[in-house]
């Protein structure tokens, strides 16, 4: 209830205030609107020529209001004439501050306008920039898959071209060691019976030797035993003083009874 009171009183007091000073309370609420529009530009971060001048009417009403109302004592007429001179200037003000408005409305618009082409032209710029991207990946991509199959297929085809020289390599040592075996065994075939031809020649040829060396040993033997029958008996003296007692003179080489040990002048006569 008390509260209630209250608020009727103060409402009767702003009342009186504002019917006693009303240029005064044109003018604050003319720089509350300009503090209020400053806020919302700022929040746009957008410039305005407007606001400034919202603010200087709406101080200058307030102050105009002031010293109209404390001159108010000496003139009525000149207070009424002031305040219809007031109202003419806020009705020049107000009529700048909407062509102000109208100007920084369409200024906002041509911003706003800009700002969607600039999006627009970044939108489409970005949109060339990816497809250039892509189409250079998908080149680069088919590039690369090229050279994988390119790569492939040499390393196959080295693959299979070595595989075949290492066939052809094998099949020719393969041939080689057949002859060589081949060769080898011909050669071991050639060298035995070489060897056996060889044995044999010389087995038939040690055994002409025996037979030969076995025929003139005999022939030998005949001849000696022949000349041993013809030959006179040899007669054996122990010294020349022997000799002598049977032959006086000494023998010659010839006579069987000749020994070299007594021929000691070896001129072929022994005990002369």
Request: neutral net charge; charged residues 30%.
């Amino acid at each position: 209830m008390k509260m209630g009171c209250f608020s009727i009183l103060l409402l009767i007091i702003i009342a009186i205030l504002i019917f006693n000073f009303p240029l005064f309370f044109i003018g604050v609420g003319i720089v509350v609107w300009g503090i209020y529009e400053f806020k919302q530009n700022k929040e746009l971060k957008v410039k305005s020529k407007v606001i400034p001048a919202i603010l200087t009417v709406g101080v200058l009403l307030s102050f105009t209001g002031c010293v109209a109302t404390i001159s108010s004592d000496d003139s009525s007429n000149k207070v009424v004439k002031n305040e219809v001179n007031q109202l003419v200037a806020t009705e020049k003000v107000d009529k700048q501050v909407t062509s102000n408005l109208k100007e920084d409305e369409e200024k906002k618009k041509a911003e706003k306008a800009a700002a969607e082409k600039a999006a627009a032209d970044k939108a489409v710029a970005e949109k060339a920039a990816a497809d250039k991207a892509a189409a250079e990946k998908a080149a680069a991509d088919k590039a690369a898959a090229e050279k994988a199959a390119a790569d492939k297929a040499a390393a196959e085809k080295a693959a299979a071209d070595k595989d075949a020289a290492e066939k052809a390599a094998a099949d020719k040592d393969a041939a080689e060691k057949a002859a060589a075996d081949k060769a080898a065994a011909e050669k071991a075939a050639a060298d035995k019976a070489a060897a056996e031809k060889a044995a044999a020649d010389k087995d038939a040829a040690e055994k002409a030797a025996a037979d030969k060396a076995a025929a003139e040993k005999a022939a030998a033997d005949k001849a000696a035993a022949e000349k041993a029958a013809a030959a006179p008996q040899r007669e054996y003296f122990q010294n020349c003083t022997d000799l002598r007692g049977t032959y006086p003179s000494g023998v010659a080489q010839d006579h069987p009874a000749y020994q070299s040990k007594m021929d000691r002048d070896k001129d072929g006569w022994a005990c002369e």
